[in-house]
């Protein structure tokens, strides 16, 4: 493919936008930009010298190129971009990814970045086993140009396989998950993937998916995801969740990201326990939602964070569609955080704050509430410090372990046995359901630290100390009025502790000793040592 | 017994149907939530009705073996997902529930429970032609009504009754898969469809000639009082009368029997009808069927001895579990550490910060 240039007249099968403007006017420039200038990648080694150069030679004239480049812009605009390997990969997809980056080059430095920027966006397609990216000569008649040549080497074996024990905090708990990934199937990069995730007891998984990196217009990738989820919620809310949904990713860059979600949802109850609100959620449901987060991450590390911030905002609304029937609702989570080294031991103080909010909207929304699966959820072992997924993290309490509950359904008493008899004096009842909040806050601060030995120093395992605090409350839109701060204040739920972390390469863990310091009646918090696992 | 005493201070719980939608003029348009109604009436409970709309499943699994190929893809699929429920009708007393796909249904629970106890103390011989008579308006007439809704009939009266509160493409999947259900359940395929709906409304005309026999001039079914029988026909046949369409094989099959239509109008006015107050009470004699739902405190309930039962035993279970879990753990926490100190710490996080920044930052 053709770059044209202003001068030429020559015909160009495709109208393409030109690059650059200005040629090298300098004889001496026009001879040095005139030499080979290679990038290497992945252990290729094209050293091009002319033929009755030697090796000393040849590093003279390295030297002095080097040395030119250092003293100023070199004048360079890229006249073709030359793409060869792809047979089965469409020139258009591997133009639209390197055009951007050579467009604005007008200079031999520019033209290096530019090369490495675009030999970095076509390996993070994913679909080619080697890159390189070579400077060349322009047209003799053309001086001031280059030509950027592209070899590729297509993923010798489109299909690939993975599995692996993940944490995920959609999966809520550890998952065995397999997939397997047909790459560039009809050469536009797209990567169709089939997976399935089992996770212990809880949560299990099956999707397929494609996703392509550029459609038509649309210059982010795009990417479509099929599921069907089940999730087991007996122990904890005595309900069984199953869902086959369809997502479709419309933007996906460093901080945005916009997705679509139409899910079909049914709420099942084998166990025949569940609380009368969960009774009256049971059943089939459509969601249909837009849900956009915006993520910023500015610290040092994910897995033990000593300086910078983070910020996440997740905002999702249902009940997009015709139909009234579709559930509606508006939901908002913020998450802050922050870590400031104190210059000995190593030491940091991370902190954060997370909240979240939701609300139904539509006919009669005053008094009605959002359906549990939807709602905030406080507890489980996971570490605030790891995952920005706002208000869920709560140290020391169990899974759904925080919030309002509602009693299970009465067991009644064995026929000819006195309610005197029984142990308890009482009908029997086994406990309550978690039910979730409308409205939910969690704060948290945590010291880390280097421990004194030095093979705990030199393996990153280090200590650390910690506080957390959150409220989870359950309010529709009408009692909000009378909505007391000081007494949501009040019912704050709060544990300390501290703890040694072993990091790895994927995951986190850590040993901790939790105190409760406050709960309240309903609440599953335990004093004593936990285990967490945190994925980043 | 705090907690019951306290219960006692406050205001007494409510007895709760929680049922399908009305409709076509009656308090509830399903099938299988009449009879519950009608036996609450009967039974003089003061009761209040409230609405469940997201449960339109009716009880039947769908066997998708005989399907097509891309049918059966989604039957199967739906089944892992949706598997079959029908808990619907279901009646609440405070934190007492009863559910329909419980111990024969929920009108066996409220007897074997003692809380309604039309059922009681009926002679021992007249039992044997009640419990018969029983089965024949559970099976024969109930399929009768199913395959008339289902497969018979026109999509609208089901769509009216289970699904128009639900978004229009679960209701659409639904309807489809309940009626394979009920094709599947009474083994009708296209060749012989024809044979199997004359098999149908064979039992159902059986049916209704026996009852008819049975009830002859009388009140009642059974010794001059409402029983269960007495509730499952009211159900049923009001259902038949006022639900389906006057082409209906089967309401015609039921319009010639004088007086049953006698009993169902003489019921309908005094159970159904919207300005019947259930204070005034039924004109029949109610010594039998105490309808007071009794106190927790002092009441000789009948058991559930499986609940229980599974509760000791997982008493140990639970504790045996605990302490395996516990033992993996500290085996799985030990390699860890182990890694951990020899490996080293992971540097992932900087290399995801030069990932990024080389890649869209603007």
């Not at chain 1, 004889?27 to 005139?34: F, I, L």
């Not at chain 1, 009234?324 to 954060?352: C, K, M």
């Not at chain 1, 790891?386 to 020391?396: A, D, E, N």
Request: glycine residues 8%.
């Amino acid at each position: 493919m053709a770059i044209p240039s202003d001068s030429e007249a020559g015909p160009n099968p495709k109208p393409v936008e030109e690059l650059g403007t200005e040629s090298a006017t300098n004889d001496e420039h026009r001879g040095e930009d005139e030499d080979e200038i290679e990038e290497e990648e992945e252990g290729d080694d094209e050293e091009e010298a002319e033929e009755d150069e030697t090796p000393a030679a040849q590093r003279e004239n390295i030297n002095r190129l080097f040395r030119r480049l250092s003293g100023g812009p070199v004048r360079l605009r890229v006249q073709d971009i030359i793409i060869r390997g792809n047979t089965k990969t469409k020139d258009a997809l591997i133009e639209a990814e390197v055009l951007d980056a050579f467009r604005s080059a007008c200079s031999m430095q520019e033209l290096i970045q530019a090369a490495g920027l675009a030999n970095t966006r076509l390996r993070q397609l994913d679909i080619f086993d080697s890159v390189s990216i070579t400077l060349d000569s322009g047209p003799s008649e053309l001086p001031g140009t280059a030509n950027v040549v592209i070899d590729v080497v297509e993923a010798r074996n489109p299909l690939t396989g993975e599995f692996g024990a993940y944490s995920k905090p959609e999966a809520r708990s550890w998952s065995l998950e397999g997939s397997l990934k047909l790459k560039n199937l009809f050469g536009y990069g797209d990567i169709w993937d089939a997976s399935g995730a089992y996770g212990f007891g809880q949560t299990s998984e099956i999707s397929a998916g494609v996703s392509l990196p550029r459609f038509k217009a649309i210059s982010t990738p795009l990417t479509t995801r099929v599921s069907l989820l089940s999730q087991d919620w007996l122990k904890f809310s005595s309900y069984k969740e199953r869902l086959l949904g369809l997502s479709v990713g419309l933007i996906s860059t460093g901080n945005h990201d916009l997705a679509y979600n139409l899910t079909w949802r049914n709420l099942s109850d084998p166990s025949h326990m569940s609380s009368k609100t969960i009774r009256r959620q049971l059943g089939h449901s459509l969601l249909s939602s837009l849900k956009y987060t915006y993520r910023i991450d500015h610290r040092d590390s994910d897995l033990r964070p000593t300086r910078g911030y983070a910020f996440l905002s997740t905002s999702q609304f249902g009940g997009l569609g015709p139909d009234s029937r579709i559930l509606r609702f508006i939901r908002q989570e913020f998450d802050v955080r922050g870590a400031f080294p104190l210059g000995f031991y190593n030491a940091a103080v991370n902190f954060g704050v997370a909240a979240g909010a939701i609300m139904p909207w539509g006919k009669g929304f005053m008094n009605s509430t959002s359906l549990s699966p939807e709602r905030f959820y406080m507890g489980g072992h996971s570490s605030p410090i790891c995952s920005l997924g706002g208000p869920t993290s709560l140290l020391g309490f169990k899974l759904r372990g925080v919030g309002p509950t509602d009693e299970r359904r009465a067991i009644l008493t064995k026929h000819g046995e006195d309610v005197a008899t029984t142990p308890s004096g009482r009908i029997a009842s086994p406990g309550g359901d978690a039910i979730g909040g409308n409205l939910a806050v969690t704060t948290f601060a945590d010291l880390s630290f280097d421990l004194p030995l030095k093979l705990f120093r030199e393996s990153g395992v280090h200590g650390h100390m910690f506080l957390n605090t959150g409220n989870l409350v359950d309010l529709t839109l009408a009692e909000f009025k009378n909505f007391s701060f000081r007494g949501f204040l009040e019912t704050f739920r709060s544990s300390a502790g501290f703890g040694i972390i072993f990091p790895t390469r994927f995951f986190r863990m850590e040993i901790n000793y939790c105190y409760i310091l406050k709960q309240l009646q309903h609440d599953h918090g335990k004093t004593g040592i936990q285990f967490s696992f945190s994925t980043p | 017994m705090e907690m019951v005493d306290e219960r006692e201070e406050e205001a007494k719980p409510e007895v709760v149907l929680v049922a399908r939608k009305g409709g076509f003029g009656l308090p509830t348009a399903c099938p299988v939530c009449l009879p519950v109604y009608c036996h609450l009436r009967f039974a003089n409970v003061d009761f209040k009705l409230e609405f469940d709309r997201a449960n339109p499943d009716s009880g039947t699994c769908i066997f998708a073996a005989s399907l097509p190929l891309l049918p059966l893809l989604l039957a199967l699929t739906l089944m892992f997902i949706y598997p079959c429920s029908d808990h619907i009708p279901y009646v609440e007393y405070g934190d007492y529930v009863t559910f329909n796909n419980e111990k024969g249904g929920v009108i066996e629970c409220l007897n074997e429970d003692n809380v309604v106890k039309l059922d009681s103390q009926l002679s021992k011989d007249c039992f044997p032609d009640w419990a018969s008579t029983k089965v024949m308006i559970s099976t024969w007439l109930a399929e009768a009504v199913q395959y008339e809704l289902w497969v018979s009939c026109d999509n609208t009266i089901a769509d009216d009754i289970y699904f128009s509160d639900l978004p229009w493409p679960i209701g659409k999947i639904l309807h489809w898969k309940q009626t394979q259900a009920v094709k599947q359940l009474h083994g009708i395929t296209k060749l012989n469809a024809a044979e199997k709906e004359e098999e149908i409304y064979r039992k159902a005309n059986i049916a209704y000639e026996a009852l008819s026999m049975k009830l002859g001039s009388q009140v009642f079914f059974f010794e001059g009082r409402p029983t269960s029988v007495d509730s499952l026909f009211l159900g049923h046949a009001v259902f038949v009368l006022h639900v389906l369409p006057e082409t209906s094989v089967l309401r015609s099959s039921l319009s010639k029997h004088a007086n049953l239509l006698r009993f169902v109008q003489d019921f309908k006015i005094q159970l159904l009808e919207d300005s019947y107050s259930s204070a005034t009470g039924p004109a029949f004699s109610s010594d039998a069927s105490s309808s007071s739902i009794p106190r927790r405190k002092g009441s000789k309930q009948n058991a559930k001895p499986k609940p229980k039962e599974k509760r000791e035993r997982t008493e140990e279970e639970k504790a045996f579990r605990r302490r395996a879990k516990y033992f993996i753990a500290a085996q799985v926490v030990s390699i860890v550490i182990y890694l951990s100190i020899l490996g080293g710490m992971g540097d992932s996080g900087l290399e995801d910060g030069d990932e990024d920044g080389l890649a869209y930052e603007e």
